[in-house]
């Protein structure tokens, strides 16, 4: 995969600072950007990041993007395929693991507890 990620060895993530509501998102969910760049103008590159809910947010739409999603549960508890009220939804908790391909509608969230996910977002090599 041709992203563009710098070489860095092992180092403390300071989870205190770095954070930031993404474009469309409520204001209880944050990202912390790891390495790299998505840029999905001219649909390249990809991202790692940190992605946290806390608690009691909720999403009211399902996103739908023209990118590759993984994502890895860390902490804590994500219902996922709400109502636009956060109501119902499968919850699943800390090591679940989703892969998702560019197109596929996904959420709403809602997470009670708050959680913590660690997600990388890449377009395909052409």
Not at 65 to 89: I, M, P, Q, R
Not at 91 to 112: E, L, Q
Request: glycine letters at 12%; proline letters at 6%; one cysteine or more.
């Amino acid at each position: 995969m041709a992203v563009n990620k710098v070489h860095r060895e092992f180092y403390q993530v300071d989870m205190n600072t770095g954070w930031e509501t993404p474009a469309g998102y409520p204001a209880g969910i944050q990202q912390k950007i790891l390495a790299g760049t998505l840029d999905t103008v001219n649909k390249k590159g990809g991202y790692t990041r940190l992605l946290r809910f806390k608690p009691g947010t909720y999403t009211t739409k399902a996103f739908v993007h023209d990118y590759w999603e993984e994502v890895f549960f860390l902490e804590g508890d994500l219902a996922v395929s709400t109502d636009e009220n956060g109501k119902g939804g499968t919850v699943y908790r800390k090591n679940a693991y989703c892969v998702r391909p560019p197109g596929v509608p996904h959420g709403p969230f809602r997470s009670d507890s708050g959680c913590l996910l660690l997600e990388s977002h890449y377009y395909d090599p052409a």
